[in-house]
């Protein structure tokens, strides 16, 4: 715009469109980007995608590279002891969980006598149960 056509233009307007005027100038002012950052959208707007006539996507964003396998790394943490428990006792936490083996209780049998066939076995008194007891020839 030429100057002399601006100092009309502020010429008519009044005092209140004035002042609302500038209030908007100065908040456009502040909504104005540095140049990277309008590249930066202007790149990120280029990358667009198209929907073919079968309904594909054709993307043509060279960010999204697609699977890459995952490479292992080596371990780099290391233990200084900074976060040492003061109450740790190295002797209790080995016996814990070291308990003797328990000591087989000999288990008591008694001679019985078979119902049907005659025949005496020894059976463990737990197994036994009412009056005319079968070996396991008869039962099965």
């Given at each position: ?66 699977k890459q396998p995952v490479k292992g ?68």
């Amino acid at each position: 715009m030429n100057d002399d056509v601006l100092s009309t233009v502020l010429g008519m307007l009044t005092k209140e469109q004035k002042e609302e005027l500038a209030a908007k100038l100065i908040a456009d002012v502040g909504n104005l980007q540095p140049e990277d950052q309008k590249e930066q959208v202007i790149k990120l707007s280029s990358t667009t995608n198209t929907v073919n006539e079968d309904f594909t996507v054709t993307r043509s964003n060279s960010l999204n590279t697609g699977k890459q396998p995952v490479k292992g790394k080596s371990n780099t943490w290391f233990d200084d002891g900074e976060n040492k428990d003061p109450e740790y006792d190295p002797d209790k936490h080995a016996s814990m969980g070291r308990r003797p083996r328990p000591k087989k209780s000999r288990i008591e049998k008694v001679t019985k006598q078979c119902c049907v066939c005659n025949k005496s076995f020894e059976v463990a008194a737990s197994l036994i149960y009412g009056k005319f007891y079968r070996c396991d020839n008869c039962v099965g």
